[in-house]
């Protein structure tokens, strides 16, 4: 079925190192995609989006890549910080209604 | 603090009563989302709404859901006898739509959430 979803459910990493946190979606007809960060107890927090019409954006720190060809989304971290310790998820939507979100990746920055 | 506030944070009700949460949207932000999150999972989609009218309802929203929006600003979602699995984080979501402006770096399209509702039904 459509769904977005991401290879792996937690990551490690040393601090300063840089992670990438990747995810699947099997929807072409998703045209926006977002990346939040979630801690515990809190509501997520938006990092950065992409739409389809583009395949790399960047940040401060972070950047996505989006490869419509094999519908695979990836945010990359910077010099990961113990403050990036969070579940991240990736969302994708159509048009302007409601967000599909995927289960999520835990990571963990090791000082 | 200019982002979506709701109310209360936490809510411990016995199975049977009813709850309704509040929330506040970021001022000009014509859309305003409900969601549904469970331990481990990802938020999933109750509701939507485009200035006071709701557009949108996902088959997750009973009957015993019922969301409001009546001024186009706040809105409301009411839980009548409520069952332990309706135990979950409630979310809500605004985002500018065509008229309004975006927060630093996000889009006209971009939701933004607030810290959530914490529900436990016992």
């Known amino acids: 079925g459509e769904s977005v979803g991401l290879h792996l459910p937690t990551l490690s990493v040393q601090e300063g190192d840089n992670s990438i946190i990747n995810c699947a979606y099997s929807n072409s007809a998703s045209d926006y995609f ?9 509501g997520p927090q938006f990092i950065i989006d992409i739409r389809s019409n583009m395949d ?13 060809t094999v519908k695979h989304l990836s945010l990359q971290i910077a010099a990961t910080q113990p403050g990036d310790s969070a579940v991240y998820f990736c969302a994708e939507t159509r048009g302007q209604g409601n967000l599909i979100f995927g289960k999520g990746t835990k990571l963990s920055v090791k000082p | ?32 989302y409900w969601y549904r ?10 509701t ?9 309802k996902s088959r997750l929203l009973s009957d015993r859901f019922s969301a409001e929006r009546p001024k ?6 009411e839980i009548q006898r409520t069952e332990q699995g309706d135990s979950a984080m409630y979310l809500c979501a605004s985002s500018p739509g065509g ?8 889009s006209t399209d971009t939701q933004y959430f607030g810290p959530g509702t914490r529900l436990t039904v016992l």
């Open chain 1, 34 to 42: 977002i990346w939040y960060k979630q801690e515990s107890g809190k």
């Open chain 1, 56 to 68: 790399k954006r960047q940040g401060q720190r972070v950047t996505v890549l989006l490869n419509k």
């Open chain 2, 1 to 32: 603090d200019t982002g979506v506030s709701q109310n209360p944070r936490h809510k411990i009700t016995k199975r049977g009563q009813n709850v309704t949460f509040r929330c506040d949207p970021i001022s000009e932000h014509n859309r305003l």
């Open chain 2, 37 to 46: 999150q469970t331990l481990g999972q990802g938020p999933e989609f109750l």
């Open chain 2, 48 to 56: 939507y709404f485009q200035n006071e009218a709701q557009l949108e």
């Open chain 2, 72 to 77: 186009g600003s706040f809105s409301t979602l």
């Open chain 2, 99 to 106: 008229r309004g402006t975006s927060l630093a770096g996000g």
